[in-house]
């Protein structure tokens, strides 16, 4: 660990390809898993002809219609046709995949409050975005070396203190990021993150991760209101309403509703209670083939 190596990144590599970043996870003292080889794919190359490839990608990718892109839609309807859109996911594996293979791990790793390493693409229910955007500011400015009183040591934590601190590389990497992010989220996506988010200081300058986040917190946000929605609309079901009192067309709506996963979980917990005769429970409940 050295934070005073400018010749080399601090979470990368110096290859016969030349500078390469990233390639594997974090250890909580910010360094690249040593038990792992850290090159793993030509896209973490740093160099003219690399990126030059990288930026004519991406722009196709951002205007190609045609791509799967993430739009806030937790889980995708049942359909035998192609899909046409990430649902959660799926987004995180597209989120994973290119982290690993533009090497960003750097960006998508942070401490939980136990100290523990996390990664986000399988860990962001852990953090909140405001979480997210502190732990990137803290890393931005580099402290003072701090030295063993009466020596010219650095003390191991200040060593640790600045390590952790994005370095040059990191820094020219954090557009690369936000535009590989964007990449995988549809245009109405990134309206809805705007009008949410684009109050915050310097948001268009906010690194991939904090989009990511950003894109997560109005997904769970939509899934919120609709399971509120399904809710009401689960609380109001009546048998009478539906014609010779059919049993089948009453559950196949009641099932529609309880695909949410929250609300099934109020029902198989006995939490909500919808409003028709108790003499129908158990014939409802087997009728639509609900399991704990």
Known sequence: MDPDDDANPRRGGNGWLGIFLGGAPLTSQYQLDPTEEHYKCALQVRNPKALLSIESD???ASNDLSSLKFNGKLRLPASSSPPTEFDKEEFLLAVDYSVNAYGFQTFFHLLDEMGEMRDLTEDSH??????????????????APVYDSGSTNETDESKLARFRCYDKYERFDMSLCRRVMDSLLTHDLKATIRIKFGHLPQFKALPGQIIVMMALDVSNASATQDIDDATTSFKALTLDTYPGQNIVEFTTEAQRLITKRALRHAVVSGLLVPSFAPHYSKYYLNCSHIEV
């Not at 852990?126 to 402290?143: A, G, K």
Request: aromatic residues 10%.
């Open 58 to 60: 991406l722009r196709k």
């Open 126 to 143: 852990l953090f909140t975005v405001q979480q997210v955007i502190d732990e990137h500011y803290s890393r931005l400015d580099e402290p």
